[in-house]
């Protein structure tokens, strides 16, 4: 089986990350490829980040469908889920968004969670995507540990102490029974924070991972009946000829 994880801003060391993470967790004989858009932001903190990193997931999805390596299935390594639905129109793989996949998780271990996530900012982006896909009234609270992505690989240590600090808060005040970490970044921070914290930790890349080891197994793939049916082939123009005529 060969899972195909796109981190869809354009941090290599992040990538690295990620791909260790859903290595160590990835079954006997699952091979992963972790890969990111040539071109895009170097992080993802707000809608505009979001939104241009969604052409280079699809970019990402339409280079696994084209290659030589056949691709079973695809995760989207950013929390906000970007360009979801449109890689999902691109391949009969199953395509899986972390934060989908760590909700859908949490849900299985707890009956209430929270999430903790980067900036503030950011936070909008989990409410709206906990609505999206029918997880609100399971989430207590979205909280961030005001940290910018790329701290994560740059000042690990910090990031490190503010996110139990936060996780600990969460714990404390709550009332839950798990917490989604809410950023591809801190795939490796796992076990670290579950046992600082006392808590079941709940990553979505390696949820991921899992979900789409189970997808692929039960041989259930992206469906093509529907608003998930290939696009309707158009031309494209300027910047995005290479689109015309999928
Ligand atoms: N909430 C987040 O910080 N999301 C993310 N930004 C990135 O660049 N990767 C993420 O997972």
């Known amino acids: 089986m060969h899972i195909r994880i796109i981190n869809p801003n354009t941090t290599?060391?992040?990538?690295?990350?990620i791909g260790a993470a859903a290595e160590k967790v990835a079954a006997q004989g699952a091979r992963i490829t972790a890969t990111q858009p040539e071109s895009g932001p170097v992080s993802i903190e707000s809608h505009f980040d979001e939104a241009i990193s969604a052409v280079g997931v699809a970019e990402e999805v339409l280079a696994g469908e084209r290659g030589d390596d056949p691709v079973d299935a695809y995760v989207i390594a950013c929390f906000g889920d970007?360009?979801?639905?449109?890689a999902r129109e691109l391949t009969r793989a199953p395509v899986i968004g972390i934060?989908?996949?760590?909700?859908?998780?949490?849900?299985?271990?707890?009956?209430?969670?929270?999430?903790?996530?980067?900036?503030?900012r950011?936070?909008?982006?989990?409410?709206?995507?906990?609505?999206?896909y029918g997880?609100?009234?399971?989430?207590?609270?979205?909280?961030?540990a005001e940290i910018p992505v790329l701290d994560l690989e740059d000042n690990p240590d910090i990031a490190f102490q503010r996110l139990v600090e936060e996780c600990l808060r969460a714990k404390e005040e709550d009332n839950i029974g798990?917490?989604?970490l809410g950023c591809g970044g801190m795939a490796d921070l796992t076990d670290r924070i579950s046992e600082a914290v006392g808590l079941p930790i709940?990553?979505?890349?390696?949820?991921?991972?899992?979900l789409a080891e189970?997808?692929?197994?039960?041989?259930?793939?992206?469906?093509?009946?529907?608003?998930?049916?290939?696009?309707?082939p158009k031309p494209f123009v300027g910047r995005f000829e290479s689109f015309s005529h999928l």
């Open 178 to 180: 798990a917490i989604v």
């Open 214 to 232: 189970a997808l692929v197994g039960l041989n259930l793939g992206t469906s093509k009946h529907g608003d998930l049916a290939f696009p309707r």
């Open 82 to 86: 970007p360009g979801l639905l449109a």
């Open 12 to 17: 290599c060391a992040m990538t690295e990350t």
């Open 135 to 144: 997880f609100s009234h399971h989430c207590r609270r979205v909280r961030a």
């Open 99 to 120: 934060a989908e996949a760590a909700f859908h998780v949490a849900t299985m271990i707890s009956t209430r969670f929270s999430i903790v996530t980067t900036l503030g």
């Open 202 to 210: 709940v990553e979505g890349v390696t949820a991921a991972v899992k």
């Open 122 to 132: 950011t936070g909008i982006i989990a409410e709206h995507l906990l609505e999206s």
